[in-house]
Structure formats: structure tokens, C-alpha cells
DNA sequence: CTTTCTGTGGCATCCAGTGCCAGAATAGGG
DNA sequence: CCCTATTCTGGCACTGGATGCCACAGAAAG
């Protein structure tokens, strides 16, 4: 029907958004490889070549996004923090670019515990990039790199959702008020990962200084360990 | 074989060393059901109505280990925060606890790209209880307080499965040691998210001081800004 | 002992996913 | 232009996970 036999192979979108039409009037379980195949005039077995399974073939375009934040990341020689803060603004882009299959999946994600693992799997393998690209390119303790890499990303990624859930709940707003509350996470996420990680190529210059200490502790005793901390750390 | 016909029902964990045993000797793959059936002597129909999924056996008492964790949260009255530090630790012991089980399921896990989505499907399952718990037993403005409580998961997630890897590479590990990395890595995680999280019932008594400075700045000048931060803040 | 309820096993069926092979389309070399 | 090599596609058969249906066993309740 779709695919009318006109020769040429038929592009990759055009099934994805036939697909995803079949599986939000029929759902996911009861619309079958034949049926899409026979939607989309692609056989089924080359359905299956090409995409590699039904789940594949819904998240299809986000393989590639993936596939271009990660090329995005392997090119980005700039501060990483930066970097990895761009990547998140590209993966959001994407979401927001191409609504036609990314709200539609979003809903049948929701419905279908399966889909939502499999979405789930996606964000972490966002997270494993935006882990290791942080973890190469930073100095600091041995062990501390990379559990400071990993607790980076995974507050990115987590506010990165936040704020993409809470657009594809009403994809109807405001962009300007998506990606004002997108750097808004972004700014947030900034103020707990920043203290705790540097970047490599630009050695760390400042030096931090956490204390945690009773609110009625009198600023005169704070100063005072303050003070003696620090001159114990500059000591050494 | 293994589960001689004594009339009583076959227990989940001998259905689930069994399957274990059977997907590191033949493979994941390789093994059947009726294979698992033929093994426990539970049959094919059953393991299907218990398990739910070939998979599930792998992960059944992954997801008992799960609803232990959550009935605990749930009936954590406490400090919000140290509640969900305190979860992590059980899960890190779930772990710990059931090695004959947890170790080889890591060696399938990391070999077979589906089951590695499953038990990423697994730790997401912990971060969105834990966020949802700290959400719930949080004050603060409306939006950022879901934002600062999934932030906050993710990183508590993030770091325990970075200390879990670790052990998981070389279970015969001093467990001493383990827990010693744990508690660094809770540490670490406190740093970052203790700012930004605060309880609702018990309003925080202790502050926290963050400066960054230049390493040249030189200690009497240090002081001289800290106390000029301290007291600005505290007038307010 | 009969009834009811729950758990179990056997059977048939559906369908995702894969290997195999034949044919069409495309590219390249003469 | 034709012939050939390569690649992509579609049809076919088959494995095996997963589900619905039904019959039966055992335990609890009457």
C-alpha cells in the first residue's frame, strides 16, 4: 500500500512512521512483522535485515541520533564539561525535531513495560558515552576519575530527561520554555558537577574547599578550622 | 535430574541456580526452556507461569531483592537521604550476599547485549523508586524539586553500580575493602547532592561552605574571603 | 465424600527471529 | 553493449519463546 513498488528501496523513515502508526492503532503486540511488511511493501524478511527486530525498528531514528552525538563527542576538542552539555542539547534537539515519531513512541513507551526497558537501555548507553568521554579526558585520582565521571553523567542524563519528559507529557508548549528549563537542568546539573570535576587539558589552577559544620557554630570557631584546615592541606 | 519428583514444589532458587549453571555451560542462547525444564523437572508450562520470561529466571532474584529494598524504603521514617544511602547499601549486600548467583549472572550479562538491557532495565527500576522517594520527603521550589531528587538518584545509582562493577570484576576481593569504597563513594555522592537536597521533616541544621579559589591565592586572603562569604550569608 | 480453588502439565498455536537459497538490481570490466 | 561479480531482496522452512485452553492433581473448606 505505502509502498508502492516503484523500484527504488524504500526509505528508512517512511517504514518507521508506517510502523508506528500500525503499533499506536493496533499496539505493539498485535501488529506483526507481516502486517508491517505488508504495510509498508517491504518483505518481511528484509524488515527484519534491516532493522534487526520489531523494537529496533520504532527506535530506529534514535540509533541514529545516538550515532551523531557520538560522532559530535569524538570531535569536541572544548572544555568537556561543555562538551558533554552540548551532546545533551543535541540529543534534545533531536527529540524535539522530530515529533512525528518521538511523542507517538514516547506514549506507547509508557504503555508497554518492554518498550520503556528499551528506552531505558538507550539513555544508558547516552550515559556510558558521555561516562567514558568525560572519564578520557580529565585528570585527579585514579579511582576518583572515573566514579566522578560516571556520577556526572548520570546527573546529566537524569536532568536531561527530566526535562525532555517533561515536554513529550505536553508537546504542545512553548519551545522557548523547554529550553529555558533545559538550561536550567543544565545549570543545576553545573553547580554539583563542576566542583568535583576538572578538566585535563587546562590543569586545575583553583583548588575547592567543602565544610560542612553546625549552623550554630559562631563564624569566629568556623574560621578558625577553616584556617587550620587549610594551612594542613597547603602543608602537605 | 535435579528436581526429583518428592511431590513438593520445586524451589525458585534451585530453578534458578539450575538455569544459571545451564547458560554459562551451554550459553544463554543455547538453552531452552525445555532444556531448564528438563533439568529442575518443572515443566516447560510452568516455568513460563512462574518466571514469566526466560530472562525473568535470570533476574528473579534480582527482583525480589528489588521489592526487599523498596518495602524497606517505604517504611524509612528517617532522614531522607540517609534512607536511600542506606537502601543502596542493602542492594550493594543483595549482591554481596548471593554471589553463587550474582557473579556468573554478571559474566552472562556483560557478554550478551539483551540481558546487559535487562539489568540496565533493573537499576533504572532502583533510580526512579529512589527518586521518587526523595521527591516525596522534600521540600523546596515545585520544579526543581523533582529535578534536584532524580539528579540525586542518578548519582547515588551511578556511584554504587561503580563500586558493585568493581567487585563484580573480582568477587575474592577483600569485602572489607568493597565496603571501604562504598562508603568513599556515598561520601562522594553526599558532597555533591547534600547541597541541593534537603529534608523536609528535619530541617537541616548543619551548612555547607563551597569556595573555589586559585591555588596561589595565598591563606590570609583565603580567610579573609571565606569569612566575608560566611558573614554576608549569615546576615541574610 | 463432595465442592471449590489453586497450581501444574500437556497440547496447540502464534509469531519473532534466523539460515538458506534463488532471483533481481547494481556496479564494473572488457 | 554484454557478461560478470557483488550486493540487496524476497520467499521458504525451521527453531524456539510465549500464550491460551483444558484436563487433572492436591489441598482447603463445606
Same mark, same amino acid.
Given at each position: 500500500m505505502a509502498g508502492e513498488r516503484t523500484g527504488g528501496r524504500v526509505a528508512t523513515r517512511e517504514v518507521v512512521l508506517a510502523s508506528v502508526r500500525l503499533f499506536t492503532e493496533d499496539g505493539f503486540d498485535a501488529t506483526t512483522m507481516e502486517g508491517i511488511a505488508a504495510a509498508t511493501g517491504v518483505s518481511r524478511r528484509s524488515l527484519f535485515r534491516r532493522f534487526g527486530s520489531k523494537e529496533d525498528i520504532l527506535f530506529a531514528e534514535h540509533d541514529e541520533l545516538f550515532s551523531t552525538v557520538v560522532r559530535y563527542l569524538d570531535a569536541s576538542p572544548d572544555d568537556p564539561l561543555s562538551s558533554v552539555f552540548a551532546a545533551a542539547r543535541l540529543v534534545l534537539q533531536g527529540y524535539l525535531g522530530d515529533p512525528e515519531i518521538t511523542v507517538p513512541r514516547y506514549r506507547l513507551v509508557r504503555a508497554h513495560p518492554r518498550l520503556r526497558d528499551r528506552e531505558v537501555a538507550m539513555t544508558a548507553r547516552y550515559q556510558a558515552a558521555f561516562s567514558r568521554y568525560l572519564a578520557d579526558r580529565q585528570d585527579g585520582g585514579g579511582e576518583e576519575r572515573s566514579l566522578a565521571a560516571g556520577v556526572a553523567a548520570a546527573s546529566l542524563i537524569s536532568a536531561h530527561n527530566h526535562v525532555l519528559r517533561g515536554w513529550l507529557r505536553?508537546?504542545?508548549? $512553548?519551545r522557548r520554555e523547554v529550553w529555558a528549563s533545559f538550561d536550567a537542568a543544565m545549570e543545576f546539573v553545573r553547580r554539583a558537577a563542576e566542583p568535583v570535576l576538572r578538566p585535563a587539558d587546562r590543569p586545575s589552577r583553583d583548588r575547592v574547599l567543602v565544610a560542612v559544620y553546625p549552623? $550554630?557554630?559562631g563564624r569566629d570557631e568556623l574560621i578558625r578550622r577553616v584556617t587550620a584546615a587549610v594551612e594542613e592541606s597547603e602543608g602537605a
Open positions: 505536553s508537546p504542545e508548549q $512553548d549552623g $550554630d557554630l
